[in-house]
């Protein structure tokens, strides 16, 4: 089972995902066992907030973000992030190469599929390489 204990917004900031956790951890400590970012950078804020802390992220709080950034899977190797799931930024020149093909008259997929993958802190070392973002 999963409860969730609170709930508030990092504005996309390491600097504020560290406040926050900071907050998190005093008013609700050893509870927390699991933190979910919607934003790798405020994820690694709050790891910062978990070791300040004490404990071990990725072991004591068990941390999943998303944006897959170089720095998540850095995170992940060094066994501090378990999970982040991709919002690829190279959806942008995607998009407008699939543009650019209906404006000539080209046809085009009626889905266009895009590349995004969750990953895991196991693949992380492997996947590191291949980050282009």
Not at 17 to 35: D, H, P, R, S, W
Not at 52 to 61: I, N
């Amino acid at each position: 089972d999963m409860k969730v204990l609170a709930s508030e917004t990092g504005d996309f900031t390491r600097a504020k995902g560290k406040e926050v956790m900071q907050a998190f951890l005093k008013t609700y400590g050893k509870q927390i066992n699991g933190l979910y970012a919607h934003n790798d950078d405020m994820a690694l804020g709050a790891i910062q907030a978990i070791e300040e802390a004490g404990l071990k992220p990725g072991v004591d709080v068990k941390i999943v973000s998303v944006d897959a950034v170089r720095g998540a899977f850095e995170a992940m190797i060094a066994g501090k992030l378990n999970v982040t799931v991709e919002c690829n930024p190279l959806l942008g020149p995607q998009f407008f190469d699939t543009a650019l093909r209906i404006a000539n008259g080209e046809p085009v997929e009626k889905w266009v599929k895009s590349k995004e993958d969750v990953y895991r802190q196991q693949a992380a070392a492997s996947e590191l390489p291949n980050r282009k973002y």
